[in-house]
């Protein structure tokens, strides 16, 4: 086993009777990296994290952690902590006792177990909450005591299924960097669910983006961000102008519009963020159909004969009427370049 494969699904396909949800998935998660898995609602994430923890039997392919074969190993024995969006805490045991369960049912008591469950709790921030119950804590101090629970056991692998979804967006971004905090200092492989692609860049050393029981792009956090590979994952991150390439010529509804650089070899679509649109000249023409200020910037979505486009300029320039006409460019320079279209 090398570090870089510390998990390893080998062309793993899932299915809940004779639907596949996952097919011939091939991902490698070093030992200690904090990978996301990020993708639209009913993409396979929570099905992949299941066959992970061993709820769920796989119809084909192999899974690999450290060394071993755990295909066929039942879910206590397999070292690999779940925690989900509900927190599913004991109600009627104290934070203390939630965080020993599991200690306990290892046989764990005495000193050794109070050394633990109170490191786990400093760990997440909790020391001064032992004697509460649940109902007591707010819902990221329950998704504290979630995390402390999984960590207690010492995981080879940590999955976190969508665990910060059930929290405001203050709390959100308090317990991203908690995570965060937590996973560098303890060095635990982590495989993070999310559908939120800011919280996946956010987070992630590594954002594996799922579609339809496939894996669409594994980068960095700047690969996907700025090197989407395909139509879709332009899109998911915010490309909001994506063009399929035919001979070179941007396609539209109605046959194919010349750029005014030449698009890269090999490249199927090209894509723009609204940023990089520059409006006031160029070689189209488009009509204001839309405006929406945003602090710093205005958003303007224009009619043009490319179809709609999104534009995103400095809110300290000009505002351009509803209505009016504008020419703008599309620069090749400042698009993504697909290898993939569909
Ligand atoms: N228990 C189940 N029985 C049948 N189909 C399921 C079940 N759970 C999930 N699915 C299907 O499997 C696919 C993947 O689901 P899931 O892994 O839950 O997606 P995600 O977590 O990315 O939203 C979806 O099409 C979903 O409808
Ligand atoms: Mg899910």
């Not at 039942?74 to 045991?93: C, D, E, I, M």
């Not at 010349?258 to 890269?264: D, K, Q, R, T, Y």
């Not at 958003?299 to 490319?306: G, H, K, N, V």
């Amino acid at each position: 086993m090398s570090d870089a494969s510390y998990l390893r699904l080998d062309k793993l396909t899932l299915s809940y009777g004779q639907t596949v949800a996952v097919r011939d998935l091939d991902l490698s998660i070093g030992r200690g990296e904090l990978v996301a898995l990020l993708g639209p609602s009913g993409c396979g994430k929570t099905t992949t994290m299941r066959a992970i923890a061993g709820l769920l039997t796989p119809t084909s392919g192999r899974i690999n952690l450290d060394g071993a074969d755990i295909t066929r190993v039942s879910a206590n024995k397999r070292a690999v902590g779940l925690v989900f969006q509900s927190y599913a805490l004991f109600p009627h045991l104290t934070v203390f006792e939630n965080v020993a369960f599991g200690l306990r049912l290892k046989g764990m008591g005495g000193r050794d177990l109070e050394a633990k469950v109170n490191g786990g709790l400093k760990s997440v921030g909790l020391s001064n909450f032992a004697g509460r119950k649940p109902a007591e804590l707010s819902g990221g101090q329950q998704q504290r005591v979630a995390l402390a629970r999984s960590m207690v056991m010492e995981p080879k692998v940590l999955l976190l299924d969508e665990p910060l979804s059930n929290l405001d967006a203050r709390l959100r971004l308090e317990m991203r960097a908690e995570l965060q905090r937590v996973q560098k200092e303890t060095g635990v492989t982590m495989i993070f669910v999310t559908h939120d692609q800011v919280e996946a860049l956010a987070l992630a050393d590594r954002i594996v983006v799922m579609l339809n029981g496939g894996i669409e792009q594994i980068g960095t956090p700047e690969d996907i961000y700025n090197r989407p590979v395909s139509a879709f994952v332009a899109d998911f991150v915010g490309f909001e102008n994506v063009f399929e390439l035919r001979d070179g010529k941007l396609k539209t509804a109605d046959g194919t519009v010349e750029l005014v650089g030449a698009a890269p070899r090999n490249a199927a679509g090209l894509a723009w963020r609204p940023r990089a649109v520059s409006l006031g000249s160029g070689p189209f023409r488009g009509t204001v159909r839309g405006m929406s200020f945003a602090g710093n910037t205005r958003e303007y979505l224009l009619d043009t004969p490319l179809g709609a486009i999104k534009a995103e300029v400095d809110a300290t320039l000009p505002a351009h009427a509803m209505g009016s006409t504008l020419n703008f460019d599309l620069p090749v320079a400042g698009a993504a370049s697909l290898s993939r279209y569909g």
